[in-house]
């Protein structure tokens, strides 16, 4: 268990809706990252959260947003869902921002499924 | 374009024997190289993480290895047993120190079964 909790575990949904997805990181953690796997595919970066700012972005599609709350909570929401959209969505927390070296911890992830 | 490339792809061997997995990246200059094991369904879970500087770490039963000038890493797995059976994924952060580490590279992995 690393410690990183997301809900929910499976998500079915229409295309066209809109959903949230929902992540506590690891305790004391500060950074969180949210990440996306399609079926065979790596895991592609989407954004990442320092204490509550938006720290980086990577190929995260305009109909996707997140944020990080106060408790250090994150949420990715994302909005006009397409079938592409079906996917295992991580997220990972890590301690701090920088790169060296700074061990990321993955949760259990949430499968999307759109229909 | 900063790459990871594995190989290969997938790999099949019996319960006992050894295996080794192949990493080539292009990313230029970076920080570190990690390898990950993701059971199928399960986030990824780290088993090495190098700096640029070293040259091998292990863990356990798990080797890696690295050569900078030639961009290459590889992941050994001794006595491989039943339960090794996941992908195995190699990851590359870009950039030498510092620095956000949001942008780090996944590359596709190698599929993993051991068979009894």
């Known amino acids: 268990d690393s410690g990183v909790t997301q809900t929910p575990k499976h998500l079915i949904t229409a295309t066209g809706q ?3 997805l929902r992540c506590s990181p690891r305790s004391g953690d500060l950074s969180v990252y949210w990440y996306q796997q399609s ?4 895991l592609q970066f989407l954004i990442q959260y320092y204490n509550g700012e938006e720290r980086a972005k990577g190929n995260i599609l305009e109909r996707f947003s997140a944020q990080q709350f106060p408790d250090l909570h994150s949420e990715l929401n994302l909005s006009s869902l397409e079938l592409g959209d079906s996917a295992l969505y991580f997220c990972a927390s890590s301690a701090r921002d920088t790169a060296f070296p700074n061990e990321q911890f993955f949760g259990p992830g949430t499968r999307l499924t759109v229909l | 374009k900063n ?3 594995q190989s290969p792809q997938s790999l099949i061997i019996l319960e006992g024997k050894n295996c080794t997995l192949q990493c080539n990246y292009t990313v230029s200059p970076f920080s570190n190289l990690r390898w990950y094991k993701q059971d199928t369904g399960r986030g990824p879970v780290s088993l090495t993480i190098m700096t640029f500087s070293e040259n091998t770490k292990s863990n356990g039963r798990y080797t890696a290895t690295l050569d ?3 961009k290459q890493s590889s992941l050994h797995i001794t006595a491989s047993q039943l339960s090794d059976s ?3 994924i190699c990851v590359v952060s870009p950039g030498r120190y510092g620095g956000s580490q949001g942008n780090l590279i996944f590359g596709k992995g190698t599929k993993l079964s051991v068979k009894p």
């Open chain 1, 18 to 20: 809109r959903v949230t």
């Open chain 1, 39 to 42: 079926l065979d595919q790596g």
């Open chain 2, 3 to 5: 790459q990871v490339e």
């Open chain 2, 68 to 70: 900078a000038d030639t």
């Open chain 2, 86 to 88: 996941a992908s195995y």
